[in-house]
């Protein structure tokens, strides 16, 4: 004599909620309405802000700023910082999470680098060095991820050198490889400077005037109606219940 199937699940395993939902999820549809707010673009204030740090950090590698002047930069990347972070922020409101992790991952290193250069406590130079060699393989992750919006990936694969050779310098204390970052910073607050003033005038102008190099599912995001925009909406985050 077989035993009964327990009363707290369907046939499968699942649910009987989860066996239900699929049955309603019709009727559900015609009744959900999910309440999106427009906001303005973050990119343009957030790479703007990559490029005020990264040429005055480049200033104080190259001996531009002297080094006992390295409290008057902390004094201004922490507002950098203050701005990448609101950046980031509305960066995650508008459901783009690549150029969020971006945004707050920048904000990250401008208050390590406030940190350091205001306090410069025993070691600071030789920590610094690691966790700029730890984040630039973190950005090199985050550059494969971002290879259909290619100017952000410009931005990134330029960031990746920059901040494993500032971290090389600062470890072994070399000269030339300090030089050397500060002319890769510059490189980046060039790369920054254009990407930002690329952003900032499609948004006011609500049409691409400059090449940011959109593919696949970026380029249909802003060539693309309504439709694809809403399409799959009921599973991003924000939306469904767990991430």
Known sequence: MGQPEPTGRAKGG????????????????????????????????????VAIDSVLVSCLQWGIIPASHDRSVAM????????????????????????ATLMLSFATT??????????NPPGGHETIGIFFIVFSAFLALIFISALEKR??????????????VSGLAEVTASKPLAQAAAVLGLLLTAVALYTAFAFLWEDSRSQQLLPV??????????????ATELWGIERQPGVRRTL
Not at 25 to 36: A, G, M, N, Q
Not at 110 to 119: E, G, K, N, P, S
Not at 151 to 164: C, D, E, I, Q, S
């Open 213 to 226: 190099g959109r593919l696949g599912p970026a380029r249909a995001a802003v060539k693309g109606g309504l």
């Open 14 to 49: 699942d649910p009987p909620a989860v066996a239900e939902a699929g049955k309603h999820e019709e009727d559900l549809r015609s009744i959900t309405r999910i309440v999106l707010r427009p906001i303005g673009s973050p990119l343009p204030l957030g790479f703007f802000t």
């Open 110 to 119: 401008w208050l390590v680098d406030t940190l350091i250069f205001w306090a």
């Open 151 to 164: 100017a952000l990936a410009l931005v990134v694969g330029t960031a990746v050198p920059r901040f494993l």
């Open 76 to 99: 201004v990347v922490f507002p950098a910082f203050i701005m990448q972070v609101i950046a980031g922020i509305f960066a995650l409101v508008a459901r783009d999470s690549i150029a």
